[in-house]
């Protein structure tokens, strides 16, 4: 049966030939066939030749996410997800993140960043979490999931379970499947190793995928500067910046959280790694109300919010939101202090969130000099031609 094929408006090939892989919807001038959301389609130019395949969804901006740009690409050829995942797999095995004997965990699939648009895939220690984002993706899902296990027992990794996280906003189509739950094995959560520290991970019911790997790099960095210092954690989620600041001799650390089930979280991995007697606090409630009354200035602060711009209508509020937040940490840390400052928005350039810290510096009155310029860690890889790829930004600021 012949595909469904996707016909360019004169001009509107450029983006592909780029080998960028989202297709928007305004470059389509035709759809020949009739495609379902979900199906492969080719998409050709103007003049009929073709330039690349992928998965096909009639709503939304993006019309197509790109799979391959040669015919021998298809994702219908044997072995092809076998390929591309083992292909995934063996970076993060070559980065020492998969059964290493201080790091278990990791991203082991990164969508556009590992030519695999709609699919995210973490490793927990022996169970991978596999997050579907498109409906194309969905209906893979026990092929991905075999194949998957099979890169991974390859690697001498051989999980124990996969488990499927879909996207709620995807409407399925009727296609069985697994929103969420088991498509391999059985577990509970699990208990991971970073860096040498400990984390529980949840990852049926926590945030994403219950563990926010794309920080670990930085984490790290942060332990260097918190020996004997008051460090405040803010949006702390399960407390990773929190434990990394005790194992760096911090003083005292804070963590500000609001959701109850995270701040009990905090607490659990807290005593994992340091017992009942840490010098750690944890304050459940509103960052930006904290700061209002925060109990002392300290020495070091990390800001790492959730995204604060999900849509492109949103990116405004969103860089109000961070010189708020910004503006209130630089006024509640002390003269000679460290700010570590993040935005995951995807959507929000890293040149519009350096105006944003920027600009919150000069209203509070404070004196700033960049020590680092921070990204998302190695396992997620950025795609050249995808800088889409690239949503984790952050500073580390010196404080005068």
């Known amino acids: 049966m012949e595909r469904a094929r996707l016909v360019l408006k004169p001009g509107k090939e450029r983006s592909l030939l780029r080998r960028h892989l989202w297709l928007f919807s305004g470059a389509v001038e035709s759809v020949d066939g009739l495609p379902l959301d979900g199906d492969v389609v080719d998409v050709v130019d103007s003049q009929g030749r073709f330039l690349a395949c992928g998965h096909y969804q009639r709503t939304g901006s993006i019309r197509c996410r790109v799979l391959g740009f040669r015919r021998e690409d298809e994702p219908e050829k044997p072995g092809f997800w076998k390929e591309r995942l083992s292909e995934a797999v063996g970076l993060r095995k070559a980065l020492g993140l998969v059964d290493g004997e201080e790091t278990n965990a990791c991203r082991l699939v990164h969508g556009e960043g590992d030519r695999l648009p709609g699919l995210v895939a973490d490793w927990y220690a022996g169970v991978a979490v596999v997050q579907f984002h498109s409906l194309g993706m969905f209906r893979q899902q026990k092929t991905i999931a075999v194949a998957l296990a099979e890169a991974l027992k390859e690697a001498g990794a051989a999980p124990r379970a996969v488990y499927a996280m879909t996207e709620q906003g ?3 189509r009727g296609d069985e499947g697994v929103r969420e739950g088991f498509l391999l094995g059985k577990s509970g959560p699990v208990e991971i190793l970073e860096n040498g520290l400990k984390f529980r991970v949840d990852f049926a019911q926590g945030q994403k995928t219950g563990f926010f790997l794309d920080q670990r790099d930085n984490r790290a960095l942060l332990g260097r500067y918190c020996e004997n210092r008051s460090v405040c954690n803010t949006f ?30 905090i607490e659990e991995n807290v005593r994992l790694n340091f017992g009942d007697a840490a010098p750690h606090r944890v304050f459940c409630q509103d960052a930006f109300d904290f700061f209002q009354a925060a109990p002392t200035r300290y020495e070091t602060i990390v800001l790492d919010p959730p995204a604060f711009a999900k849509h492109r209508e949103s990116v405004e509020n969103a860089l109000k939101g961070y010189r708020r937040i910004n503006r209130a940490a630089l006024r509640n840390i002390a003269p000679g202090g460290f700010l570590f400052t993040f935005s995951c928005s995807q959507l929000v350039s890293p ?9 919150a510096a000069a209203q509070a009155g ?27 930004k952050g500073l580390v600021l010196e404080v005068r």
Request: a negative charge.
């Open 236 to 265: 702390a989620y399960t407390g990773g910046f929190s434990v990394y600041a005790l194992d760096g001799g911090a003083r005292s650390v804070d963590s500000v959280e609001i959701s109850a089930t995270a701040a009990a979280a």
């Open 170 to 172: 995807i409407h399925l």
């Open 351 to 359: 040149e519009l969130f350096r105006e944003a810290v920027f600009s």
């Open 366 to 392: 404070r004196d700033v000099r960049v020590l680092h310029v921070l990204h998302q860690g190695a396992d997620h890889p950025v795609n050249l031609f995808h800088p889409e790829s690239e949503y984790l």
